[in-house]
């Protein structure tokens, strides 16, 4: 792939370039925090210490950054808190002395660590814990609503703008609701009946925007690929992969269009580099410029493929969210399948959890809304 061509390319010099290597251990550092328990205080406050990135910083600017003795201590810690499935990838990757195909098992690792915590708290808790955390909840959703004399103003306001003109049965409205939490403004108050879930979906809501964003660059990137190329699953999966390790940061419309100028010019490298691999010509000026005018588009919040992208991957979770059955997968989507479903997974826990704590509460508010 391109992405690890360049970083093996930057490694390779005398003396060796690691500002690479500096970006993914950032990235990695926020992953391990994200595959670990709360209660993980120990290894967290390990990792915070071990991966300061000011000290990382200075040592990249003094060419002293130990990068093996970081990858090494990255890899310790995923031992500690990775499923037993893991074990095997984990010893496979202390023994690997290439640093290139270190980062890239990591990177692949964390992600499959991170559906393994989702499946966990999906499928591996007891039944009477799950039931006793759910009177838990719902018994301090109780004693709030008692507090607030039975009026949640923010919720009211929420669930009101999902009602519709047609009978919806109260699950369809509130899941409906939910779902457009993950478009939610920043400056707008949560409902208080996700008062526990607010900073989940607060992440949920992060690589939502993310995964929209990524499969609408590649995709935008397939209308201005040559047709020699196109039929490509190779190529494919490289534009993918580099659309999402360049779109990591992004949070929002802003912060995107500082990245789109390096991934415009990933792109490219990756169709020129599929292209030599044919012995095909590379990019002329018109197609090179055409990756840059519709890759630039992505930051459009009005545009038709980011609409439509965003639309699909929507109306799957809200689909899925409702059926305790598999949801029709958006095949045109099929390349981030592993993606859509890492956080179809995690709304799809958010959203029946919260449903079963204030599901009384949504079904008297919603019929007093209805009245009114």
Known sequence: DAFWNIFQEEINKDPPQYSMAFLLIQDIKESLFAVMTPNAVSVKNE????????????????????????????????????????????????????????????????????LDMVKFALTSIKPEILNNKMEYERKKFNDLVEVENGVLPNTELWLKRHIGETAESVEDVVFKALCDLLKWSPEDPYPETLFVDGPRLVMLKRDFYRLC?????????????????????????????????????????????????????????????????????????????????????????ENKVRTLVTSRIFNYLLASAKTPKEAVFPVALILFKTEIENVNSRFKYIANFNMNICKDYYYSTISKLRSE
């Open 47 to 114: 990792v915070e210490e071990v991966l300061d990135v000011e000290l990382m910083k200075q040592q990249l600017e003094n060419q002293a950054l130990d990068v093996n003795t970081y990858v090494q201590f990255i890899i310790s810690v995923m031992s500690k808190i990775c499923a037993p499935v893991r074990d095997e990838q984990l010893a496979n990757l202390k023994k690997e002395t290439d640093l290139v195909k270190m980062f890239r098992g990591i990177l692949e690792t964390l992600d499959l660590m991170k």
């Open 213 to 301: 964003i990524s499969c609408s660059a590649v995709l935008l990137a397939f209308s201005c690929s040559p047709a020699e190329i196109l039929a490509d699953l190779n190529y494919k999966e490289t534009l993918k992969s580099h659309a999402v390790i360049l779109l990591n940061g992004i949070n929002n419309d802003d912060t995107l269009k500082k990245i789109i100028p390096n991934l415009v010019e990933q792109f490219k490298t990756d169709a020129n580099t599929k292209l030599a691999e044919l012995n095909l010509p590379a990019l002329t000026d018109t197609q090179s410029e055409a990756f840059q005018d519709q890759i630039s588009q992505v930051a459009d919040p």
